[in-house]
């Protein structure tokens, strides 16, 4: 069974940095593109950031590109991002997705002072 | 950016009724092997999206074949048959055709 566990959210001031982990199971990891979407609250969703099977592929979107920085660690099964820079509308519920059905239950990270 | 607009954003229905939801793309979705990669996902109260439909019309994994994906181009539609208790929440289209990549503002299938 494919499993998706994000960690690493929480509340953090503008400005300041977080980063996220996905640990990934049930599947070879390391022959997937991953993604990142998030979700502010009580709003639709956003792709965020992808990264191809190897790591050597990443794109972002506009509105982070510069500031977050999408990873993998294969040999630990785990897509990580690194989010700099943190502004009140990055507040949202992230979520890892291998880009077709499988998706985490999401972490959520709030930027406020 | 490829803007996907779905209609309508709430949609009111009586158990076994049917539903349909649009989602218009501002640009065609066949990307350059021929393919056209248009999804619809359906997220419950307090839980991540579930794949309903890839593809344009290609039902997921025990997805119920009440669930009907069509269209091609830019016009996409999704009909769902006899709408049970647990077909309720919001549906998202979802382009990965182009990038980046983009999802609809989502279409609200509740009670009437």
């Known amino acids: 069974e494919v499993q998706l566990v994000e960690s690493g959210g929480g509340l953090v001031q503008p400005g300041r940095s977080l980063k996220l982990s996905c640990a990934a199971s049930?599947?070879?990891?390391?022959?997937?593109?991953m993604h990142w979407i998030r979700q502010a609250p009580t709003k639709g969703l956003e792709w965020v950031a992808s990264?191809?099977?190897?790591?050597?592929?990443?794109y972002y979107r506009d509105s982070v590109k510069g500031r977050f920085t999408i990873s993998r660690d294969n040999a630990k099964s785990t897509l990580y991002l690194q989010m700099d820079s943190l502004r009140s509308e990055d507040t949202a519920t992230y979520y890892c997705?291998?880009?077709?059905?499988?998706w985490g239950q999401g972490v959520m990270v709030t930027v406020s002072s | 950016d490829v803007v996907l607009t779905q209609t309508p954003v709430s949609l009111s229905v009586t158990l076994g009724d049917q539903a349909s939801i649009s989602c218009r793309s501002s640009?065609?979705?066949?990307?350059?092997?021929?393919?056209?990669?248009l999804k619809w996902y359906l997220q419950k109260p307090g839980q991540s999206p579930q794949l309903l439909i890839y593809?344009?019309?290609n039902r997921f994994s025990g997805v119920p074949d009440r669930f009907i994906g069509s269209g091609s181009g830019t016009d996409f539609t999704l009909k769902i048959s006899r709408v049970e208790p647990e077909d309720l929440g919001v549906y998202y289209c979802?382009?990965?055709?182009?990038?980046?990549?983009?999802f609809g503002g989502g279409t609200k299938l509740e009670l009437k």
């Open positions: 997705a291998t880009g077709g059905a499988d």
């Open positions: 049930g599947f070879t990891f390391s022959n997937y593109g």
């Open positions: 990264i191809s099977p190897s790591g050597g592929s990443t």
């Open positions: 640009q065609s979705l066949v990307y350059s092997d021929g393919n056209t990669y």
């Open positions: 593809e344009v019309s």
């Open positions: 979802f382009q990965a055709t182009h990038d980046p990549w983009t």
